[in-house]
């Protein structure tokens, strides 16, 4: 076993009994489906309330490394320096170490797939200079698209009592990342990369198992519950869905299945309703936190 598979297999055992001191409460069941193209709100539950993001979270952390791609600010062979503070992010991380470099590419990748917390703050550093700076840009981008009741205080999902969202809310997050960044949306579709020698496998296990899906994130933390926002596509029809506050993987991960199932049983398209973030132009096993 290599030293850098030791330190990630250690950081994540370590972080799976710590995560519950931070539980402060019982995360609420929410869920949320919309049509993309026509902005129809296909199904709705408790879609308002106020939920804890979890890993969810690094969502806005990719749009706003895409943002900066887009406008030069970043590249995808730019070098990040991982810091002391983005080292001592568990429990998931790429582990290379305080003061070492990993490259944009490999940070976005690691977000993706390993939902990595030490790539998400390398990420807030380079662009804000501290997370706390760049919790403040992901909030106010946040309110640009349209999510009125998310609070970001950091880049990961790592809890924090005043990190809120709504399922409606990160629907709408899907959607814009989708339409901003059709291109680096595609990344979230990754069942796995190689990080340095080492083959890591998402834990996004809905893209295994139902046919059409096509990404985009899950999270978990005591505090939220398990929580996911899917894509899917079948039979022309786009669908953004959410899933919050779930007792265990399997059962978000079902419940997930049957919104699909159901609102992807007809491709009509109906009247628009107002959609969510619509403004113009507008795994490792997933039984640890914070994914």
Do not use: C
Request: overall charge neutral; charged content about 20%.
């Amino acid at each position: 076993m290599t030293k850098t598979t030791s330190r990630l297999l250690a950081t994540a055992l370590s972080s799976f009994f710590l995560m519950g001191a931070f539980t402060q409460v019982q995360a609420g069941q929410a869920s949320f489906v919309v049509d993309v193209q026509s902005g129809q709100i296909l199904e709705g539950s408790n879609q308002d309330d106020l939920n804890y993001p979890a890993s969810l979270t690094k969502m806005m952390t990719l749009y706003l490394a895409f943002e900066a791609l887009h406008d030069g600010r970043l590249n995808w062979d730019q070098k990040l320096t991982m810091s002391e503070n983005a080292e001592s992010k568990e429990p998931f991380k790429l582990a290379v170490g305080a003061g070492r470099k990993v490259t944009l590419r490999e940070a976005v990748e690691g977000i993706v797939v390993l939902s990595a917390n030490d790539a998400a703050v390398a990420i807030a550093e380079q662009l804000g200079g501290s997370e706390q700076v760049f919790a403040k840009a992901m909030t106010d981008k946040a309110r640009q698209l349209g999510m009125k009741d998310t609070v970001f205080k950091n880049p990961s999902g790592l809890p924090d009592p005043e990190q809120v969202t709504t399922a409606r809310d990160m629907a709408t997050l899907g959607v814009s990342l989708m339409r901003d960044f059709p291109e680096e949306f595609k990344l979230f579709s990754m069942r796995g990369f190689q990080f340095r020698g080492m083959k890591l496998r998402g834990h996004n296990n809905l893209m295994y198992r139902y046919d059409g899906v096509d990404g985009i994130k899950t999270g978990y933390t005591d505090a939220s519950g398990y929580n996911v926002v899917t894509s899917a596509l079948k039979d022309g029809r786009r669908v953004v869905g959410v899933v919050m506050g779930e007792k265990t993987a399997s059962i978000r991960d079902d419940k997930m299945a049957s919104l699909l199932d159901s609102t992807l049983q007809s491709s009509s398209t109906a009247t628009a309703s107002t959609t969510p973030g619509s403004q113009p132009g507008a795994t490792m096993t997933d039984t640890q936190p914070t994914k």
